[in-house]
């Protein structure tokens, strides 16, 4: 739509430029209809003047010369020579800049071959993966002196061989069409014509295709790439490439990373316009985990002025993906692009994967390849939790982030908020994944091991997200109430003190025995005292002593009573000023 607006609302100028280099000549594809007379004083806007338009239309169609120019076009549309012309309505109308080579401009012959890829006018954050990435590769001066001959497919909307080899043959200017696949080959096989053949979101097909055994679009790939003159690229979403091709074995297969902080505010810079980031840009690129497309739309956004930087940060918080949108197809809006590889064939091949990368959307730190045997035995017999990761990351929902001392399957965060708030999650899954979690703690409580904080630390941010889903809808039971006392002294033990989850047990009323609800009340002082709320760690204290002392928990009350004399000397008050205290404190003399 926006190219048609800027064909109708372009100068003259360009018209003529347009005319006098694609319509002048005996296979013209250029034809500007243009009502001269009438309609030069009807803004856009004004809708209700459309029979106007109307009507000074009709009479200009009418016209003698512009019914032989109608005839024209029809007869150049039936015009078998015209199915292969390489002239597109994006390259028309400046959406696809000629190729630039060494600084110089190169000129499109028509007719000379098809069209050719552009270098892109920005490459942010991809300085390491230039050399190898198309199509800016396809339009290094070194690729042009050798490859000539360089063709750039998109097979966006392509779902089969016969369809791409129909591309091919306009691509390479065949007008033969009988038996298409033997004239396509043929001509890739000229031995002094090196081809380079990119075929873009090569996804499209491949995902097809991926329920067929003996895939066609395999088998036509393993049978062009043995031809020496010709060099394959593809562009896909995913990790998995066809089998049965010699790829190189130089990064035959290069993945693209999310962009660092410092591409990302360039990008955002770059596109929104503004010349500062300021810490609510800072916190919304940091949320969206370096996803271009995210970034480019939500600084989209900021560029239309529809919203401030504040504004946009304060609407990701309340609706997530919902609002990295500019249009309705897979490069204008994420939450469309993402669903594009939910519902792909070899996520519904998959009967887990669905499933799997719902229980991943809990974890905010993603699932360590370390704890994945030992997640597994918690989960049905029939689940097959590593083959359905492998499917994940195959069509790229799901990546290894290698990054931290053990190897942990991740997803991006705009994928995670998307999945967690849409996807249904399985209820004997999340059992199991708090009943992991929580014997994953319960076992390793002691945080004066050493050797566990090499494992513990790396897991608590998950372990606060599946606690805190646990405990807000299910019965608190001994188990879960043990692992969000060991969670809170963990967080101590570390220097960031988490309240929330001991705050929320310690309110729930859970049947528990006496003894666990002491040692929720003394965790919870714990926390109190870390944060000098003297007054509420004394009444937690003296509660949990009372719970202790009817649960003849000797040892939990002596604990309670010292954590008390800690209290009170903080307060820096005297011992002897409280006989009752006092007398507690000669009781735990004698314990000890």
């Not at 190729?99 to 028509?110: A, N, R, S, T, Y």
């Not at 001392?405 to 999945?419: D, V, W």
């Amino acid at each position: 739509m926006d190219t048609l607006k800027n064909i109708a609302t372009d100068c003259e100028s360009v018209a003529d430029e347009l005319a006098s280099q694609y319509g002048e000549r005996e296979e013209s594809v250029y034809f500007r209809f243009n009502v001269t007379h009438g309609v030069g004083q009807i803004s856009l806007e004004e809708w209700k003047k459309i029979s106007e338009i109307v009507t000074h239309t009709k009479a200009y169609l009418q016209d003698s010369r512009i019914s032989a120019y109608v005839d024209s076009v029809v007869q150049r549309l039936c015009d078998p020579s015209s199915h292969s012309t390489s002239v597109s309505l994006a390259l028309l109308c400046g959406h696809a800049p000629r190729q630039m080579v060494g600084g110089e401009q190169l000129p499109f012959e028509f007719g000379s071959t098809s069209y050719k890829p552009y270098e892109p006018a920005t490459m942010i954050g991809r300085d390491d993966e230039n050399p190898h990435l198309s199509p800016a590769s396809l339009c290094d001066i070194k690729v042009v002196e050798k490859h000539p001959s360089r063709h750039f497919i998109s097979c966006e909307g392509i779902y089969s061989v016969e369809a791409l080899l129909a591309e091919l043959a306009n691509a390479l200017r065949i007008q033969k069409r009988e038996n298409l696949c033997d004239e396509v080959l043929t001509l890739l096989r000229e031995p002094s014509n090196p081809i380079i053949l990119c075929l873009d979101n090569f996804e499209t097909i491949w995902e097809a295709e991926a329920n067929v055994r003996s895939s066609p679009i395999e088998q036509f790939l393993s049978r062009i790439s043995n031809i020496p003159m010709l060099s394959i690229i593809l562009t896909l979403r995913g990790l998995q490439s066809p089998l049965n091709v010699p790829w190189s074995n130089n990064r035959c297969i290069l993945a693209v990373k999310p962009l660092d902080i410092d591409s990302s505010q360039l990008l955002f810079k770059n596109t929104s316009g503004v010349s500062m980031i300021d810490t609510y840009t800072e916190k919304l690129l940091e949320a969206v985990d370096g996803v271009p497309l995210a970034i480019k739309l939500l600084a989209s956004i900021v560029q239309e002025g529809i919203e401030t930087t504040e504004m946009l940060r304060r609407a990701w918080e309340k609706e997530r993906t919902k609002i990295v949108k500019h249009g309705n197809d897979r490069l204008s809006n994420l939450e469309l692009s993402i669903q594009l590889s939910l519902d792909c064939p070899r996520m519904r091949q998959d009967p887990n994967a669905i499933d799997t990368l719902a229980i991943l959307s809990l974890l905010p730190d993603g699932l360590s390849k370390g704890l994945l045997d030992a997640f597994q035995t918690h989960l049905p017999r029939d689940f097959s939790l590593h083959s359905s990761l492998a499917t994940l990351q195959r069509v790229s929902l799901a990546y290894s982030n290698r990054t931290t001392s053990t190897e942990r399957i991740q997803l991006l965060s705009p994928i995670r908020h998307l999945c967690r708030a849409n996807l249904p999650k399985r209820e004997d899954l999340v059992g199991g994944l708090i009943s992991f979690y929580t014997e994953f703690l319960n076992t390793d409580s002691d945080w004066t091991d050493g050797t566990l904080h090499e494992t513990v630390p790396q897991e608590l941010l998950n372990l606060h997200s599946v606690l805190h889903d646990a405990i807000s809808v299910e019965q608190v039971d001994r188990s879960l109430m043990q692992a969000s006392i060991n969670f809170t002294r963990w967080s101590l033990a570390k220097g960031n003190p988490v309240d929330d989850i001991i705050q929320l047990v310690a309110d729930k009323k859970a049947e528990v025995s006496l003894e666990a609800r002491a040692d929720c009340l003394s965790c919870l002082a714990e926390m109190f005292l870390d944060r000098d709320k003297l007054d509420e760690a004394e009444e937690s204290l003296n509660r949990a002593v009372e719970l202790h002392r009817q649960a003849q928990d000797v040892l939990g009350e002596a604990y309670d009573l010292q954590m008390l004399g800690v209290v009170l000397r903080r307060e820096e008050l005297e011992v002897n000023d409280n006989p009752s205290l006092y007398g507690s404190l000669l009781l735990l003399a004698d314990l000890n």
